[in-house]
Structures are given as structure tokens and as C-alpha cells.
């Protein structure tokens, strides 16, 4: 299994920056991928950003110019930069892995933005 831990989030003014962080523990040779999805209230869930082991990213467009991931693979960790958050960034935001057992997911965070 793997396990995640995020931190990060909070809340913002409009026009501002957060940054997220997740760490990944237990069988970390099997991750494949990372992800981070958000979740706001009464929506479903979707996919912000993803990125491979190599490096490879596939970004939202409604977050394409603002926000960033990074990965380091040594450490198993993952970031996401969010610059320019607008009140829509609002949401819970989980870090994801896929791995050869299938995905793993954090237990989200919160990010509020106010405008």
C-alpha cells in the first residue's frame, strides 16, 4: 500500500498564491504517477494537474498558466504551486497515486478563496 499526507491549503484572497504539498510512504517503487484532484461542494470530483515519473504533466485548462506541479522522486514528494487563485479554486484537494495495485488517495485539503 501507499500511504499520503498532504499539507498545505487554507484560505486566500483572490489574486493570491498557496502552495500544496504531499509525501508518499509504503511502496513507493510502485507509484507511477501523481496527481492532485479537487473536489468543490455539489460538484464531482476532477482532475487539477497529473505528472509521470518522467516528468510528463497534464494540466486542467482552468488552471493551465497558474498553477504548477513538481515532483521529486527521491523523496517521493509532490507540490503544487497555485498562483492567481480565483474564488472557483475553491475546493477540497486530494493527492493521488497510480500505482501498479491501483490509485491511492490522500484525505484532501481545503482551499478557500475569497473574492
Known amino acids: 500500500q501507499v500511504q499520503l499526507v498532504e499539507s498545505g491549503g487554507g484560505l486566500v484572497q483572490a489574486g493570491g498564491s498557496l502552495r500544496l504539498s504531499c509525501a508518499a510512504s509504503?511502496?513507493?517503487?510502485?507509484?507511477?504517477?501523481f496527481g492532485w484532484y479537487r473536489q468543490a461542494p455539489g460538484k464531482q470530483r476532477e482532475l487539477v494537474v497529473s505528472i509521470s515519473r518522467g516528468g510528463s504533466t497534464n494540466y486542467a485548462d482552468s488552471v493551465k498558466g497558474r498553477f504548477t506541479i513538481s515532483r521529486d522522486n527521491a523523496k517521493n514528494t509532490v507540490a503544487l504551486q497555485m498562483d492567481s487563485l480565483k474564488p472557483e479554486d475553491t475546493a477540497v484537494y486530494y493527492c493521488?497515486?497510480?500505482?501498479?495495485?491501483?490509485?491511492?488517495w490522500g484525505q484532501g485539503t481545503q482551499v478557500t478563496v475569497s473574492s
Open positions: 493521488n497515486v497510480q500505482t501498479a495495485w491501483g490509485p491511492y
Open positions: 509504503g511502496r513507493t517503487f510502485s507509484i507511477n504517477a
